[in-house]
């Protein structure tokens, strides 16, 4: 079955940067956008960025605004978040989501933990 599969996640120190991809593994249709969430323990899930597959553009949530930056090839159905001046508050584990044509719902990875420690 299709599935997204998430890497890049790791333990860094406050200020560092991390680089998070997810891309899809199996058969896949067309992907009309994917998106990058995040959720902290005790904490629900956020939005944090996204981006088009078929129009390009991209979508952040405040906190993310210029020190993330969502990307995406389309040719490898992935999506990288590039993070820098990461930030304790940034701790959580990172979930990619994405839409496909052709599917009723979306489909979401397995997650990937970002630890920032000060």
């Known amino acids: 079955q299709v599935q997204l599969v998430e890497s890049g996640g790791g333990l860094v120190q406050e200020g560092g940067s991390l680089r998070l991809s997810c891309a899809v593994a199996?058969?896949?249709?067309?992907?009309?956008?994917m998106a990058w969430w995040r959720q902290a323990p005790g904490k629900e899930r956020e939005f944090v960025a996204g981006i088009s597959f078929t129009g390009g553009w991209t979508n952040y949530a405040d906190s993310a605004k210029g020190r993330f930056t969502i990307s995406r090839d389309s040719a490898k159905n992935t999506v990288y978040l590039q993070m820098n001046n990461l930030k304790p508050e940034d701790t959580a584990v990172f979930y990619c989501?994405?839409?496909?044509?052709?599917?009723?719902?979306?489909?979401w990875g397995q997650g990937t933990q970002v630890t920032v420690s000060s």
């Open positions: 989501k994405a839409a496909e044509v052709g599917r009723t719902t979306d489909l």
């Open positions: 199996g058969r896949a249709f067309t992907i009309l956008s």
